[in-house]
């Protein structure tokens, strides 16, 4: 069978979907997310995707993204415009408005300055979009141009005091535009002009749920598969564990799990996946405990870029060599999520690639030479999540905090050694425990210890020692991109250094991180 194109694949599953057209703007990705709340199935695209390519996938509905261009800028970013022809409901956001207006007529005004804020949008028109929608509500804006003189085509539905068509439609064709940003939290009707938009405009039904995600998934698995066997690679994660628990529903025993222990994972990491793998899935468990072959490499190895490069290249030759060994193998199931595809600008109909900001050193190179089941590639993380508890899996490691694939080794700054892990692990532990007990873990997005490269003096009963520091770190964020250092209880930290002074041998000193990210990074390394 050839490979199957994973954009006609994922394209082509939903029945019922809105496309975004992306500009480029920071919130084009949380349109998506308000539109999957209605449970419409919503995907992102280019922003020049031919009319004949929307045809061919039939959106009940576009939404044309804002973004950082001016409409008049040289080689600014234009939809095909025989789109506004094709009779699909399209709403445009920000710049998305725009440039709908400027393709039909309309002038926008180039801006002085930028408007940026909280402002009160006044609308006056019975229109379905405004249903239930209060008279005065506040908005968020952020936009240099804006439309001024509105073609005879279109009627202005809202105002703001600096912004005389804050909402706008055509006067025949089902075409809107919002000046303001719904997608974002501080529009506080914004969910509900999306919902308005994807249920009364484009009349979605809204039957897009992880029940029927599921069974859509199960269906194409074993069409693709038929009797053949997949494996897949599990590191004790929500997303593989997710993706083999698909799998498994799907194909039950011709699925076999790849386990590598690298010696790099947290307290207790390895045999909770053993646990969890004989509680859930059972059916074919290879773990390979290649802790001494990952250490040795390691050696004295301190660069944080040569140490992701050992691990990345000793796990692709651990997983190769315990694959040849399972028979008649011809998929290789990975836990591959939605921002991944929009970011690694993967799919031919999806937005240009941004910058990928680590490389993840689980994903395995295209010449093992299998063909890959992505089931997880249209979902986002929260939904992910979801998934996973709708198949059964535990909470605990449904709302696991990430961890990277090399592990230890880059929170173990300096040199790694098995003596140097043991007390980092000890210590990532108490901090963990410490944390769930006064209920923040799922708080806070990821928490973990990291051992630094230096020794301090410190004082232990009459003596004077000189031993290791601990760093603890924990951040909130919705995103890994931009992080800030979590507010932790000062109750909660004093016990957290006691514990760990008192408890693991070799650290006399504890610290706690406060910085954001930019400039610092979630990783030390
Ligand atoms: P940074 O440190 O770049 O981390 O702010 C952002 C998120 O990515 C995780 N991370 C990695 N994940 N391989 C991975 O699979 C890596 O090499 C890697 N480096 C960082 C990090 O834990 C955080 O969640």
Redesign the pocket.
Known sequence: MPPQSPAAASISAQDEKILVLDFGSQTAQLIARRVREQNVFCQMVRHDLSADRIREIAPKGLILSGGPASVYDKGSPHPDPRIFDLGIPILGICYGMQATCHALGSKVQPGHSREFGHKTCHHTAQDPLFADVPTDSTVWMSHGDQVQDLDREFLSLASTDTCPHAAIRHKTRPIYGLQFHPEVTHSECGSQLIANFVKKIAKCEGRWSMASFIDQQVTSIRERVGHRRVICGLSGGVDSSVTAALLFKAIGSQLSCIFVDNGLLRQGESDQVREQFADHFKTDLHIVDAQKRFLDELADVSDPQKK?KIIGRVFIEVFRDEAKSIKDVDFLAQGTLYPDVIESGANPDGPAATIK??????GLPAELGFELIEPLRDLFKDEVRRLGLELGLPEHLIWRH?????GLA?RCLGAVSEQRLKVLREADAVFLDELEKAGLYRKVQ?AFAVLLPLQTVGVMGDGRTYEDVIAIRSVDTDN?MTADWSRLPFDLLQKVSTRITNSVRGVNRVVYDISS?PPS???WE
């Open positions: 992701r900001s680590h490389h993840n050193v689980g990430p961890f990277p694939g090399p880059v990821q890994f990210k990074t979630i990783e």
